[in-house]
Every structure is written in C-alpha cells, then in structure tokens.
C-alpha cells in the first residue's frame, strides 16, 4: 500500500480501515480522511463503540451468534419456534435472514464451511453442537441455509449424513437462491420465496 504524507499513527488507521471486507487501500484513506475530519462527530464515537464491543460481544455457546450475552438473546427468547434449527454459514447470514422476518425458529452458526484447500475440516466448524442440538426430542426439522456455492454443497451433504442418525426433518432452501449466491447480498423477497419453498433431502 502506498504510503500517505501522514504520521504513523493514520498510516495505521489507513492500513487497519484496508482490511476491512469491501474496502480497498482507495477507499481506506478517504474513509481514514473523512474520519480524521469529522473527530468529535465520528472518530470519538467509533472508537468508544469499538471499545465497549470489544469488551462486551461474546459467542453465543448454544448457536455461535455473537451478542453481549450467552446464550444469546434469540436462543433465550420463548416465543420463537425450538422445533425448528436453521443452519448457516456465519452471523452475517443469520442477520440477513432475520431481516427477511421469514423465520421464526432458531439458528446455528457453524463458522465457515468445509473446504479442504483453505484447511477447514468438520473440527474447525460448529458441526458437533449442531449433531447435539438435533437430537433435543423438541427439534423436528434441521434447515440448511447454506449459501449455493461449491463448498456451501458439499457441507450441506456432509451435513445431511451426520443428520442421519437423528429423528430431524432435514431440509435447505429452495433454489431461488442463485448459485454463487450469498444470502447477505441477497434481497429480503428472495429470501423469503427461498425459505417457503424448502424441501426435504
């Protein structure tokens, strides 16, 4: 990254701000410019958040959301549905889910998916709290939400085997999810039609 005529200590906040997902050494800068300009009505407030949830954001034991309390505050409400546990590959798609409003069970996030070129195994994954929770004779159907890209595939038919062996419905979502798709990019509609028409595997 090419360096700016600044101190080191913006030099730091440029090249930290650059590893953020969606923002390359460009938009580091303007975004480290505009923060720099705006110090008491951004800066000092974004770095007091950072640090209250530094301090504050724990996983989830239950599901492996992140929240300020564990269990967390979906898995601890008693008006959602324990019957049924949707699956997904990270918080950020259990956010986008829930944003869509379209289901009102819970959720288990299993951290990534498998993918042996990148080192990640079924031990590297939430998978055995996943195996756990299913066999809760409340719960009656496990949904794989998993995004339709190669590796979200192959966990989900990893997945339906170790499923096996519980008394689960085992369904995913239908394929109004586009391949290569991922549902934090996706719209609330798409959602929601993808949900509906799930099927059993």
Known sequence: MAKVA???EIERLIQLLARLPGLGPRSARRAALHLV?????????????????????LTCETCGNIDTKSPCTLCRDPARDRSLICVVEEVGDLWALERAGVLNGLYHVLGGTLSPLDGMGPDDLFIAG?????????VNEVLLALNATVEGQSTAHYLMDQLGGSNVTVSRLAHGVPIGGELDYLDEGTLAAAVKARKTM
């Open 6 to 8: 600044a101190g080191p």
């Open 130 to 138: 996943l195996i756990a929770r299913a066999r809760d004779p409340h």
């Open 37 to 57: 300009k705006k110090k008491e009505q951004l800066l000092e407030p974004l770095a007091t958040a950072l640090a209250e949830t530094r301090d504050t954001i």
